[in-house]
């Protein structure tokens, strides 16, 4: 049985970090692409950061030079650290991983955790 869980999360000031995880269980985690999704009130989810097998990276625009998305496949786990945060960047983020695609059927979900950035 696959497990992802995402750990993290929380309330940060203006200009704070938080560093997010991802860990898998049940995947060879080596295989699957991984990506950091979000979702504020209202809105629809975006993909805001991916790293390959490979270890390429992809940063939506709003997040390039704050976000950095990494992996530790003998961990089972990925990390996206988020700098500089600011009240836009409030919402559920969920972590994904997909052996072709992320985002698509077939790939695995976590149940989302929240991160408030707010004063």
């Known amino acids: 049985q696959v497990q992802v869980a995402e750990s993290g999360g929380g309330l940060v000031q203006p200009g704070g970090s938080l560093r997010l995880s991802c860990a898998a269980s049940?995947?060879?985690?080596?295989?699957?692409?991984m990506g950091w999704y979000r979702q504020a009130p209202g809105e629809q989810r975006e993909l805001v950061a991916a790293?390959?097998?490979?270890?390429?990276?992809n940063y939506a625009d709003s997040v390039k030079g704050r976000f950095t998305i990494s992996r530790d496949n003998a961990k089972n786990t990925n990390y996206l650290q988020m700098n500089n945060l600011e009240p836009e960047d409030t919402a559920v983020y969920y972590c994904?991983?997909?052996?072709?695609?992320?985002?698509?059927?077939?790939?695995?979900w976590g149940q989302g955790i929240q991160v408030t950035v707010s004063s």
């Open positions: 049940g995947i060879i985690f080596s295989i699957y692409h």
């Open positions: 994904n991983m997909g052996r072709i695609a992320l985002g698509r059927s077939g790939s695995y």
């Open positions: 790293i390959t097998t490979g270890g390429n990276t």
